[in-house]
């Protein structure tokens, strides 16, 4: 049978305890490591492979939300927390499940079949064909190819779509995150551009709609190619 590795990051340690009860509990799953920091825990995922982690919140030093937006973390990611207000914050970091406690084993088994699941079609290249951005107080829905290009606002982002214009908080780096390169790619530290959108390219610009949009030495390599690539 294959073992799903997981990984605990908790510092209470009483929860600590059921969740590493639980997870002895399933036959497919292995426990490989425990921490009661996320500090530790982290120097840990950085050397090593882990299928799912669990991950508490609410920590000293280094939270599990900060943990989240410090690094790369490539496994399902499920949360435990005693907050329930922690979780818009969890589904804008993708993380898999959110375990309020205390939690049951029959939730808790949710949470575990909705991973495997996950690893079972992350296997299995499938293309991503909208994001969710957090605007105002809601999550917006934006099919990427509807996308035009996106401006940078001083503290917002201008996403221009076909049909609707977006403001959002979220930056650059954030945006690079979640839409694929090969889609819409950074020209200009104030502008990425959606490449099936653009109309010509003359010199340093490109047009889209009736946009001029400059194309910036950092990102001039790199965004050719892209074009003819």
Same mark, same amino acid.
């Given at each position: 049978m294959h073992k799903f590795k997981c990984v605990i990051i908790e510092d209470e340690p009483l929860a600590l305890e059921r969740t590493k009860g639980f997870v002895n509990k399933v036959p497919s799953l292995q426990l490989d490591a425990e921490f009661d920091n996320a500090l530790t825990g982290l120097e840990?995922?950085?050397?090593?492979?882990?299928? &799912?982690?669990?991950? =508490?919140?609410?920590?000293?030093? +280094?939270?599990?939300?900060?943990? *989240? %937006?410090?690094?790369?973390?490539?496994?399902?990611?499920?949360f435990t927390t005693a907050y329930q207000e922690y979780a818009l914050k969890g589904y804008e970091l993708k993380v898999t499940d959110y375990l309020l406690k205390p939690f049951t084993?029959?939730?808790?088994?949710?949470?575990?079949?909705?991973?495997?699941?996950?690893?079972?079609?992350?296997?299995?290249?499938?293309?991503?064909?909208f994001?969710?951005?957090?605007?105002?107080?809601?999550?917006?829905?934006?099919?990427?190819?509807?996308?035009?290009?996106?401006?940078?606002?001083?503290?917002?982002?201008? &996403?221009?779509?076909? =049909?609707?214009?977006?403001?959002? +908080?979220?930056?650059?780096?954030? *945006? %690079?995150?979640?839409?694929?390169?090969?889609?819409v790619c950074r020209v200009h530290k104030s502008f990425m551009v959606s490449i099936s959108r653009i109309d010509s390219i003359e010199r340093s610009r490109i047009k889209i709609a009736d946009k001029l949009i400059p194309i910036s030495d950092?990102?001039?390599d790199l965004f050719f190619q892209k074009i003819n690539g």
């Open positions: 840990y995922l950085k050397k090593h492979s882990v299928d &799912i982690l669990f991950l =508490d919140i609410n920590m000293d030093e +280094l939270s599990g939300i900060e943990l *989240l %937006e410090s690094t790369s973390i490539t496994s399902q990611v499920i084993f029959n939730r808790f088994l949710q949470a575990i079949n909705k991973a495997q699941d996950n690893i079972g079609k992350s296997s299995i290249e499938s293309p991503v064909d994001i969710f951005v957090k605007t105002e107080n809601r999550l917006e829905k934006i099919t990427l190819t509807d996308i035009l290009y996106i401006e940078g606002m001083r503290d917002y982002r201008r &996403i221009h779509c076909t =049909d609707k214009k977006i403001m959002t +908080l979220q930056n650059f780096k954030e *945006l %690079e995150k979640v839409i694929p390169s090969h889609l950092t990102y001039r």
